[in-house]
């Protein structure tokens, strides 16, 4: 949560947060920045996002406050709260609606099964650890019965101040990319792990000096 939205790293309410001020929320993060960025892109063409997001109380918010942005009635994010029987019908609903509409979700509760051709934007603004269950995510929009070219979007922070080495989000997604051309060739644990936490933070102490 503190990476996302760092007052709620400091035990910040989050239901009393819902009722701050939209933009200071999207302006709290370099990734919200971006998301928002994204999302205005997507309403200027009239078509549909898919946010993935772990954190529950940030899907909380992100609801919230896209319906102010946007004056938009959203689905309630499809979480491991959401009852199975009701994710498919709720993705239905969704993908019926017209014109531009965000859906929430957390990778691993809609990683599978869930058919959501109504988007062709994908947006990981938290990353999995897993890179086959944030290509199972990204595949929801790649199902049968689409026809939009899918844009997918991995929004980071990168401190101009200090070189790229030292951006954590640049390096997890090297990380990613490592594991995912590692699984092509063969079997590969990509759970994360303390080794994998460890050799990343040291790689980004020594690149900030």
């Not at 993060?29 to 898919?50: F, P």
């Not at 199975?84 to 609903?93: G, I, L, N, P, S």
């Not at 792990?193 to 690149?207: D, F």
């Amino acid at each position: 949560d503190i990476s996302l939205c760092p007052s709620l790293g400091a035990g910040g309410n989050v239901k009393k947060y819902t009722l701050g001020d939209p933009e200071h929320f999207f302006g709290s993060s370099a990734r919200l920045m971006r998301t928002r960025k994204i999302l205005d892109e997507v309403r200027e063409k009239g078509e549909k996002a898919l946010i993935f997001v772990e954190s529950r109380k940030i899907q909380l918010l992100l609801r919230t406050f896209l319906e102010q942005i946007y004056k938009i009635q959203m689905q309630p994010p499809i979480n491991g709260t959401t009852q199975a029987v009701a994710r498919q019908k709720m993705v239905d609903q969704f993908n019926r609606a017209p014109g531009f509409q965000v859906l929430l979700l957390s990778p691993e509760a809609a990683g599978v099964g869930l058919n959501i051709i109504g988007a062709n934007h994908v947006i990981h603004l938290s990353r999995c650890w897993n890179p086959a269950k944030e290509d199972q995510a990204t595949d929801r929009a790649y199902r049968i019965g689409q026809k939009k070219a899918v844009t997918v979007y991995l929004p980071m922070a990168v401190d101009t101040d200090f070189p790229e080495d030292a951006s954590f989000d640049l390096n997890l997604d090297a990380l990613l990319q490592y594991k995912r051309d590692l699984s092509r060739s063969a079997l590969y644990p990509t759970e994360a792990s303390e080794e994998n936490a460890v050799a990343m933070l040291k790689r980004i102490e020594e690149a900030a000096g």
